[in-house]
């Protein structure tokens, strides 16, 4: 069965649109009341994160209203990550989680994730479930009597336990002497992230930490780190930090103000973890979509590397699956898997400078174990989504292409899974190649399906 509601990551899309209205959230809360048999049990409890957006006040007050009508107890926690609501299921034996977030998205987008009582993101079979009593079935919560409504909370110490066990998992190592320019993308991460890094003993430079309900994302954030470039070289910073707007990623830079995307990141604490012998299976997971060059450094080490579809979710799966420790993608989810169960861009960076301490090297030095092969990657909004192979010109332009690249290159066509986009990247070892045929087969996508602009 297809799901209808959720994509890749949850519910999303533009705020006061369907579905992201406090009418489906309101649905949604009693779905998932009605999923976990919330009526007459006083221990069934739900999580509430969300990052900074105005939209987010809306949602929430829709999703508690259907989960209190229903038996639930709430546990709102205000602005956090979305890796800290994840914890705080387990934290406070939730029976599941919602994170009121659309990631790195502007302000006027928003979404919800769901996530169960092990703090993994709730897998397909359950999301159909809880899309049936939604969209097929009578939720009504006439049958309620007052006496077993739900209740709200406002939980005041859930940051301080997010920033307990965040440090902890660098074992609370003093990252004093090191200087961070800490980019929180006016998001979730913008107060709890600061405390982190400077109760650990390093020097922050905070940039977008004030939100406005507009702002997340906007000019700021993992989505273009190139913006603290010059920040991290005119205060002679050792790193920048760059979260998006639920910090559940992180892109980070050097010294020089170079970028150092995810594949860098899991690819330097691959090494780590071989060198340590706590790399599971001696094998790191990632998405088709990370470079070619990753892939070569790690074979010439002898690290095994398993690919999965893109979304961290995948990524999740497989590792669950095999039992692998290290696992993300190039965007910058990465896991971390004997700590979290989800990408945790802070977790992440907590490592990275835990191990830049311990090897007494910069970020720079750390990242050059490889040579990336050149990317072009071009987003085309489509009108509709139709299969590949239902677009001769489209598919026989891919082929030319890959004929072209043979195995000096290769083609990723793959549609977002939370928007009306093709994503279209060609990896060549040449730039000028692959932006070649990167134009040339977005042109294609534009004239065949490219969605139509209003009059």
Request: hydrophobic share 40%; net charge positive.
């Amino acid at each position: 069965m297809e799901k209808k509601l959720f994509g890749t990551d949850g519910i999303r899309g533009k705020a006061n649109t369907y579905p992201i209205t406090p009418e489906v959230a309101l649905r949604l809360g009693k779905a998932v009341a009605a999923h976990y048999k919330a009526v007459g049990k006083h221990n069934t409890r739900v999580v509430i994160g969300k990052d900074t957006r105005l939209s987010g006040y809306m949602l929430e007050t829709a999703l508690v209203s259907g989960l209190v009508s229903m038996g639930m107890d709430v546990m709102q926690v205000g602005p956090l990550p979305t890796p800290a609501i994840a914890h705080l299921i387990k934290s406070f034996g939730a029976n599941c989680g919602i994170m009121i977030t659309a990631s790195h998205n502007p302000y006027t987008d928003n979404g919800i994730k769901l996530f169960g009582a092990d703090g993994f993101k709730l897998p397909d079979s359950t999301e159909l479930k809880i899309e049936d009593l939604m969209l097929n079935r009578n939720i009504s919560s006439d049958h309620v009597n007052m006496k077993m409504l739900g209740k709200a909370y406002r939980i005041d110490d859930a940051r301080g336990r997010y920033i307990e066990f965040a440090k902890s998992s660098i074992k609370s190592k003093s990252l004093k002497g090191i200087k961070v320019v800490l980019d929180c993308a006016n998001g979730s991460a913008y107060c709890i992230a600061p405390w982190i890094f400077k109760e650990l003993g390093a020097e922050v430079i905070k940039v977008a930490t004030h939100p406005d309900g507009y702002n997340i994302n906007k000019k700021c954030g993992a989505t273009v780190p190139g913006n603290i470039s010059n920040i991290v070289r005119e205060k002679r910073a050792d790193v920048g930090i760059c979260f998006d707007g639920d910090a559940d990623r992180v892109i980070m830079l050097d010294s020089n103000g170079g970028i150092v995307n995810g594949d860098r990141i899991l690819g330097l604490c691959a090494i780590d973890y071989k060198e340590k012998g706590r790399l599971a299976g001696n094998t790191l997971v990632t998405t088709v979509m990370s470079n070619m060059g990753l892939f070569q450094a790690l074979e010439e080490r002898d690290i095994k590397v398993e690919k999965t579809k893109v979304g961290d979710r995948y990524v999740i799966e497989r590792m669950r699956e095999k039992g692998f420790n290290l696992g993300g993608e190039q965007s910058g989810h990465l896991i971390f898997m004997d700590y979290v169960t989800t990408g945790d861009g802070i977790i992440s960076a907590l490592h990275v400078l835990r191990l830049m301490k311990e090897k007494q090297k910069p970020l720079a030095e750390l990242a050059n174990f490889m040579n990336d092969f050149p990317q072009e990657l071009v987003n085309i909004k489509v009108g509709k989504k139709l299969p590949v192979e239902d677009i001769p010109k489209l598919k026989n332009e891919i082929d030319n292409c890959e004929r072209e690249l043979g195995n000096n290159g290769r083609t990723l066509i793959r549609y977002s899974g939370t928007e009306n986009l093709m994503r279209v990247m060609v990896e060549a070892k040449k730039y000028n190649i692959a932006l070649k045929w990167a134009n040339s087969i977005s042109n294609i996508v534009k004239q065949e399906i490219g969605e139509e602009e209003e009059e």
